[in-house]
């Protein structure tokens, strides 16, 4: 089962919501994937689902809050592996009316925001409906990220400014017709599954952030040293090279003294640092001094006529 599945499963399981925050979550679940049906019989509501667990949880907050007649209408899919689809339908009544008025459903959703998004309670009630009903979130193994997807520019407005408010740096972007509000850090995430009150999930995408971390971490670590191992290697067996070359051309002792003592130390201790021959001169020059006799003597077996791929 996805992570995104693992959440919502665990949503809708809590337990002790309270009745404002109720509606607010149903507001969130019925603006994301929820319709107003018109037919002969009058006004009614459909939210459809994947998720049975969400489709029960739908129908219990409607039924829970209003005296609606409810049903749910099972599309099971002939293809393997395509998931069962779960519509939940509240039967037209007079009832459907005082749902509809009080979920601000037939209004604009900035009347939806004043009348049901008063309480900080609330809005975390909200976002934890519309990712019920419109969110993913991948599993940290790949990269960060949780999205809410809503066929509406002011819902995605609402969303990103309520997630806002919970100081989480949400972004909008649009795909075909419907605007994807998301985030993209790791931080953000676990942040995003706090507010809505997903602590399971919470720590297992912690748990799995460590680990993806610390094994990253330790990849960088490795490939850093790798490579300045590589670069002084290759430095010594470039010095070694010009050393031979110079000596075969006309001779080490033709050298003044600083720079044959520089020549006989990377001989001796060819694995040697910079720094650890610097120590071992004569007159104790610095890391770069030292550095600059080396360089000296590539230069001179250039000079010298060493081909320049050979140093
Ligand atoms: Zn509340």
């Known amino acids: 089962m996805s992570f995104s599945n693992d959440v919502k499963n665990e949503l809708t399981r809590l337990e002790d919501i309270k009745p404002c925050c109720q509606k607010a979550e149903l507001f969130g679940l019925l603006k994301l994937s929820g319709a107003v049906s ?135 972007t649009d795909r075909k017709r419907d605007y994807v509000v998301y985030l993209k850090e790791g931080d953000a995430i676990t942040d995003f599954l706090s507010v809505i009150g997903a602590h399971h999930a919470l720590l297992e995408f912690e748990n799995i952030r460590v680990v993806k971390e610390m094994r990253n971490n330790v990849n960088r670590r490795v490939n850093c040293e790798t490579a300045n191992l590589g670069k002084i290697v290759q430095a010594a067996v470039r010095q070694l090279n010009a050393i031979k070359y110079i000596d075969e051309v006309s001779g080490i002792s033709k050298l003044s003294e600083p720079l044959r003592e520089a020549a006989r130390l990377r001989q001796e201790y060819p694995e040697s640092s910079v720094q650890e021959l610097a120590q071992l001169a004569q007159d104790q020059p610095s890391k770069s001094g030292f550095n600059h006799r080396l360089r000296r003597l590539e230069y001179i077996a250039t000079k010298l006529g060493m081909e320049e791929e050979n140093v």
Request: glycine residues 6%; charged residues 25%; contains cysteine.
């Open 38 to 172: 018109l037919t002969g019989s009058g006004i009614g509501i459909k939210f459809s689902t994947e998720n049975a667990a969400l489709a029960r949880h739908a129908l219990h907050l409607l039924k829970d809050n209003f005296n609606v007649q409810t049903e749910v209408i099972v599309t099971r899919s002939r293809r393997l592996k395509k998931n069962n689809k779960y519509q939940v339908q509240v039967i037209p009544n007079k009832e459907v009316r005082v749902a509809l008025q009080d979920l601000k459903l037939l209004e604009p959703v900035m009347e939806g925001k004043k009348h049901l998004l008063g309480k900080q309670c609330c809005r975390k009630a909200f976002l934890r409906g519309a990712f019920l009903a419109g969110g993913s979130v991948s599993k940290p193994v790949s990269d960060y990220h949780l999205e809410l997807v809503t066929e509406s520019e002011d819902i995605a407005l609402l969303l990103q400014k309520n997630m806002q408010g919970f100081s989480l740096p949400a972004k909008i």
